[in-house]
């Protein structure tokens, strides 16, 4: 089954992250160019001090890189359960000290791999309907520990990320309704 916009509904999906996809896509952000989004991962990396920092939105079966910060030229990234995929599945910042220890972690690709990721640290990205859509993130190829006060700008960051999404949202309907009336007054 598909809808107006050409996208595949399927049945393998529960209804619950159906409702959650939807509201990925509602923002129309991912695959577009997101400045706004650049600045917010770079005062992420600077709060941590880390050499790459991100800001993701989580669809179906892909990570997309809505802003980075030490990572150029990847745009999209597995969706294997360890980092962002299990962030959008809780409220609150998700700690990984050392990921080539930790259960979650250890087998994940960007750990086993050549960025041999090993601290990673996110707030979830959530919707004032409540959705998780993405995380705001920080990753280093060494170990780490976080602070109360790191962990709490982390969410805050992830707050205004939400608030610039709200923002979006505003405009592309603004916009919608525009062409519709010069369209029918046409």
């Known amino acids: 089954m598909s809808d107006n916009t050409g996208y595949q509904y399927l049945d393998d999906v529960s209804p619950e992250e159906q409702a959650r996809l939807d509201a990925v896509r509602r923002y129309q952000l991912t695959d577009q160019p997101v400045e706004p989004y650049e600045r917010v991962a770079a005062v992420a990396g600077a709060l941590f001090d880390t050499p790459i920092a991100t ?13 980075c910060q030490g990572l150029h030229g990847v745009r999209e990234v597995g969706k294997e359960p360890g980092l962002c995929a299990s962030v959008i599945l809780q409220d609150d ?3 990984v000290n050392n990921a080539a220890d930790d259960p979650r972690t250890r087998d994940h690709p960007l750990v086993r791999g050549a960025l ?10 959530r919707t004032y309907d409540g959705y998780r859509l993405g995380t705001v993130n920080v990753i280093d190829s060494r170990p780490r520990e ?3 006060r790191q962990l709490a700008a982390l969410q805050h960051l992830a707050a205004v990320v939400a608030d610039e999404l709200e923002l979006r949202l505003m405009v592309v309907r603004s916009s919608a309704a525009e062409q519709r009336m010069r369209e029918t007054v046409g």
């Open 55 to 67: 800001i993701s939105m989580v669809e179906r079966d892909r990570v997309w890189i809505a802003a």
């Open 116 to 125: 041999a990721l090993r601290f990673y640290a996110a707030a979830p990205i």
């Open 93 to 95: 910042v998700y700690v």
């Open 146 to 148: 976080t602070t109360e």
